[in-house]
């Protein structure tokens, strides 16, 4: 799952996160690979001058690919944060880059809310302090869908 409860002794937190399918070292093995298959064209003009006009395209090619996940990797940085106390209840938004959005309520007039049509399949909503707020935008319909019956839970426990 692509977040985490953690209880504290006057809070308890929630992190989220979207959901990071390659490690670096997946990374690492996915560059090797594509170098080494984009290689093997160049073994047929070894020792010929269009061997180095080949060798430009082909560090493109490598570069581009590199480039498209590295960015991607920076965009996935995001993440949210609640923390729910009885006196408080706080998400905080943090882009990958910007300053961070903050939503502040007291517990006693927050709600949950899971829409079953809406921008998204399950939109996950919190509900109070006079606004209407999105949580786990990142989560797939099945894990904002158990995200709601646990952050249920947790509300009434406060």
Do not use: C
């Not at 409860?5 to 560059?31: A, N, V």
């Not at 998400?91 to 809406?118: I, M």
């Amino acid at each position: 799952m692509p977040y985490h409860w953690t209880e504290h002794q006057d809070d308890t937190r929630l992190r989220l996160w979207p959901h990071q399918s390659m490690t670096p070292q997946g990374f690492s093995w996915f560059i090797g690979v594509t170098a080494l298959m984009l290689t093997l064209p160049l073994l047929a003009v070894l020792g010929s001058p269009i061997l180095w006009v080949l060798m430009v395209f082909f560090l493109a090619a490598i570069w581009g690919v590199w480039r498209a996940i590295t960015s991607n990797q920076a965009a996935r940085s995001m993440h949210e944060e609640l923390s729910l106390s009885p006196f408080e209840i706080r998400l905080e938004h943090v882009p990958p880059k910007g300053t961070p959005l903050t939503w502040v309520a007291h517990p006693q007039w927050v709600s949950v809310h899971l829409h079953r049509t809406g921008p998204v399949e399950d939109y996950l909503t919190l509900r109070g302090g006079g606004r209407e707020v999105e949580l786990g935008a990142f989560l797939t319909p099945e894990e904002r869908a158990m995200l709601y019956d646990e952050l249920n839970s947790h509300l009434h426990r406060l």
